[in-house]
Every structure is written in C-alpha cells, then in structure tokens.
C-alpha cells in the first residue's frame, strides 16, 4: 500500500483550510485518512502551520511520500530538513496573540475616567501623532497643577462625600486632541490648537 502525506481540504468556498494527512495514495482528496498530523490554513496572516513533528518523521522514516504542497510546508517547519539531514530554516512567523475584548474595553475605559495612566489598548499610530501627544504632555501637567489648589479649596467646605470626586480636567484633555473640533476647524478660524503642526 502506497502511502501518501498530503492536504485534506475543509474550510468553506473562498476559505480553505486544510488539514494534513496520512493517507493510502488511492483514497478520494477528501477520503478516509490514516491520520491526521498537522492543519494548514492559508488565508490567516501570517499562515497558520502546526505539525506533529515526531508522527510526521516517523511516517517519512517508513517511507510515506509527501505531495509537493506537502513537502514545501515541512520545508518552512523544518521537519523535511530534520529528515534529510540539512541545516535548519529560519523560524516561522508567528501570529502576535490577540487581546480579548474586555481587557481593551476595562484599558479604555479607565483611561477615559483617569484612572488609570495607561494607553487604550488600539493599534499603533504613527509617529506624528506620538510626537503631539509627547509635545501636549507638558502643558497638560502645567494646566492640571494650578487646578489642584483650587479643589482642595472647594473641597473644604463641609459637602456630602459623593461631591468630592473630582472630574477629569476637560480642558487639559482638550488641548491634547490633535483637532477637537474636527476637519480643521482650528485652521479655517486662523487659530491653532496647542501641541498641533501647521502644515
């Protein structure tokens, strides 16, 4: 019985996913598998590639023979070289691991109430943008300093304990948007907000 390793295809149309298999050479594409040691699936980025190593180089050692897609994966993984003796690829790339969606949620919110001094959790902006917020920073702490004196005088006077919280400064936080307004609004009034470029 001729032994093939090859790609059983599963998935949806315009969405193919694979699995990797141990087959008899004469089954059906989709048929009866010996085994199944690995997935393939070509559309994620980077693609995502998992092979049982030491069940791939036990069937290669017994002489199941892999298809040419087949092969060109164990290429990438390294287990076609560990199995001729050649020197080892460069590592795959791997997928960052994602954040779930209530811990970005929790992130933003507390930034949003001041909280917390962490970054929302969202993608990578470009380098202008963090050099305008680093610009802002400073005149934030500036505008936030003499605000705090004044809360403490307004906090003096016997109130119920539910005033006391303070709310974020809206004004500081205002001065570190890029264009609060929107569509430049700053520039078609001849103003410029603090800490943007003029261009």
Same mark, same amino acid.
Do not use: C
């Given at each position: ?6 790609l ?10 694979y699995?990797?298999?141990v087959?008899?050479?004469r089954? #059906? ?10 997935i ?5 980025h ?5 092979v ?8 290669l ?17 390294g ?11 460069p590592?795959l ?7 779930s ?8 919110? #507390? ?5 917390a001094?962490t970054?929302?959790?969202?993608p990578?902006k470009?380098a202008?943008?963090?050099?305008k917020?680093?610009a802002?920073?400073p005149?934030?702490k500036?505008?936030a ?7 403490? #005088? ?8 539910q ?18 307004a929107?569509a430049?609004?700053a520039?078609?009034e ?10």
């Amino acid at each position: 019985m001729a032994v093939k390793i090859r790609l059983l295809r599963m998935g949806k149309i315009r969405n193919p996913q694979y699995r990797i298999v141990v087959a008899d050479s004469r089954t #059906k594409r989709d048929g009866r598998a010996i085994e199944y040691v690995g997935i393939y699936q070509p559309k994620e980025h980077p693609s995502v590639i998992q092979v049982k190593s030491e069940r791939v180089q036990y069937w290669l050692s017994v002489g199941a023979q892999p298809s040419e897609a087949v092969q060109r994966i164990l290429e990438k993984t390294g287990d076609w070289q560990l199995f001729k003796g050649l020197p080892a690829p460069p590592p795959l790339l791997v997928a960052e691991a994602k954040k779930s969606r209530t811990e970005i949620y929790e992130a933003e919110s #507390k930034a949003a109430a001041g909280v917390a001094d962490t970054k929302p959790a969202t993608p990578r902006k470009s380098a202008k943008a963090d050099t305008k917020a680093t610009a802002a920073k400073p005149e934030q702490k500036k505008a936030a300093e003499p605000a705090e004196p004044e809360q403490k #005088k307004v906090a003096e006077p016997a109130e119920p304990e539910q005033k006391k919280v303070a709310e974020p400064d809206r004004e500081a936080v205002a001065e570190t948007a890029a264009d609060p307004a929107g569509a430049g609004a700053a520039e078609a009034e001849g103003t410029t907000v603090a800490g943007a470029d003029a261009n």
